[in-house]
T-cell receptor, first 114, second 113 residues
Framework: NAGVTQTPKFQVLKTGQSMTLQCAQD?????MSWYRQDPGMGLRLIHY???????DQGEVPNGYNVSRSTTEDFPLRLLSAAPSQTSVYFC?????????????FGPGTRLTVL | TQLLEQSPQFLSIQEGENLTVYCNSS?????LQWYRQEPGEGPVLLVT?????EVKKLKRLTFQFGDARKDSSLHITAAQPGDTGLYLC?????????????FGKGTKLSVIP
C-alpha cells in the first residue's frame, strides 16, 4: 500500500515548455486535489476532483490543466511554464469520514522554471 | 476568501521546553485539522477536531478546538528535536463545500538539542 505517489521528485523547465506532473493513489479515494506551496504563502489549491471524469478549479488554477480518467490517477499539466510557477507541488488523496475532510499528501514535486 | 491566521510564524526553543501555537479565523469551522510537515516531505495529518471545546491528545501534543469553533491551539510538552517541522492548521468552513479546505501559512518550529 503505497498511499500517494508523485513523479518526478524534481524538475527543471525552461519558460514555455510543457510538462505533466503525475499523481497516483491506491486508497480508492474519490476525491483528489493539487496544491502548490510557496514560501510565506502556505498551501494553495490549484484544482480538485470529486471522482473520475469530474474536476473543478481551486484558488489558483490559471496555467494548469487536470483530468481524471481513473479513480487512481490525477495528473497536473503545465501548458506553457512560467517562472511564476516555480514551486513545490503536492497531490493529495482525500477521505470524507463523518464530515472530516482528511488529506493524505504525496512527497511533492519540486519544480523550477528558468 | 476565508483567512486562517497562524501564530507565531517562527518558533525556536530549547529541548524540554513547552510551547503553544495558535490558529485563528473570524469564521466558524465545521472541522479543523493539524498537519506536520518535515523538510522535503508532504504534510502528514496529526489530528482532526470537529466539536467546540474538544481536546485531543497525541502523546506530548495536545490539541484544543475553541468553544465557538473559530480557533484552535496546539500545545507541545517537553519538546524534542524530533518535533522540529512546519505545523499547519487547515479548516473546513461551515457553509462551504465539504471538500474545501483552507490552510494557514504555518508555524515553523525548531527544537534545539
Amino acid at each position: 500500500n503505497a498511499g500517494v505517489t508523485q513523479t518526478p521528485k524534481f524538475q527543471v523547465l525552461k519558460t514555455g515548455q510543457s510538462m505533466t506532473l503525475q499523481c497516483a493513489q491506491d486508497m480508492n479515494h474519490e476525491y483528489m486535489s493539487w496544491y502548490r506551496q510557496d514560501p510565506g504563502m502556505g498551501l494553495r489549491l490549484i484544482h480538485y476532483s470529486v471522482g473520475a471524469g469530474i474536476t473543478d478549479q481551486g484558488e489558483v488554477p490559471n496555467g494548469y490543466n487536470v483530468s481524471r480518467s481513473t479513480t487512481e490517477d490525477f495528473p497536473l499539466r503545465l501548458l506553457s511554464a512560467a517562472p511564476s510557477q516555480t514551486s513545490v507541488y503536492f497531490c493529495a488523496s482525500v477521505t470524507l469520514v463523518a464530515g472530516r475532510n482528511e488529506q493524505f499528501f504525496g512527497p511533492g514535486t519540486r519544480l523550477t522554471v528558468l | 476568501t476565508q483567512l486562517l491566521e497562524q501564530s507565531p510564524q517562527f518558533l525556536s526553543i530549547q529541548e524540554g521546553e513547552n510551547l503553544t501555537v495558535y490558529c485563528n479565523s473570524s469564521s466558524v469551522f465545521s472541522s479543523l485539522q493539524w498537519y506536520r510537515q518535515e523538510p522535503g516531505e508532504g504534510p502528514v495529518l496529526l489530528v482532526t477536531v470537529v466539536t467546540g471545546g474538544e481536546v485531543k491528545k497525541l502523546k506530548r501534543l495536545t490539541f484544543q478546538f475553541g468553544d465557538a469553533r473559530k480557533d484552535s491551539s496546539l500545545h507541545i510538552t517537553a519538546a524534542q528535536p524530533g518535533d522540529t517541522g512546519l505545523y499547519l492548521c487547515a479548516g473546513t468552513y461551515s457553509g462551504a463545500g465539504s471538500y474545501q479546505l483552507t490552510f494557514g501559512k504555518g508555524t515553523k518550529l525548531s527544537v534545539i538539542p
